[in-house]
């Protein structure tokens, strides 16, 4: 594994879902979350959780990076495309799962997905730009 490459992409995937989450759940989210306000913690106490948020997400981004790096071995940013949405599918799974079990509204969990894809698209072409090898510029 190259360290040094793993290093980027995760801190790179780790700032691009950080700021992706603030632009979709902070700011085009934020009247359904407030439609829903009795589902959420409150503001003044969700901020003492941050660190907790903060650390999932670099946890995920490292496990996405580490996946990519065992499961795509060329790199080409398509490549990079197909691996992000792939694993938005399970997010898709773990989305529909969460509208069965807590009162959430349907078109709150249709944006979800719609969100989550996108990003995890994204994030794909990201770590499949860093790994790209010299040979395949696709």
Do not use: C
Request: positive net charge.
């Amino acid at each position: 594994m190259n360290a040094k490459k793993f290093i980027l992409a995760s801190i790179a995937v780790t700032i691009f879902i950080m700021a992706f989450d603030f632009l979709f759940h902070g700011m085009y989210m934020a009247n359904t979350y407030e439609q829903t306000a009795s589902l959420w913690r409150p503001h003044e106490t969700m901020n003492k959780y941050m660190i907790w948020m903060i650390l999932g997400q670099i946890i995920m981004s490292v496990g996405f990076v580490a996946l990519f790096t065992k499961a795509f071995k060329r790199g080409g940013i398509a490549e990079g495309a197909i691996y992000g949405l792939l694993v938005a599918i399970v997010f898709i799974g773990s989305n529909l799962i969460m509208y069965a079990v807590a009162p959430y509204p349907m078109s709150m969990v249709i944006s979800w997905i719609i969100g989550v894809t996108i990003q995890l698209v994204l994030a794909g072409i990201i770590v499949a730009f860093i790994y790209k090898s010299k040979s395949n510029h696709a």
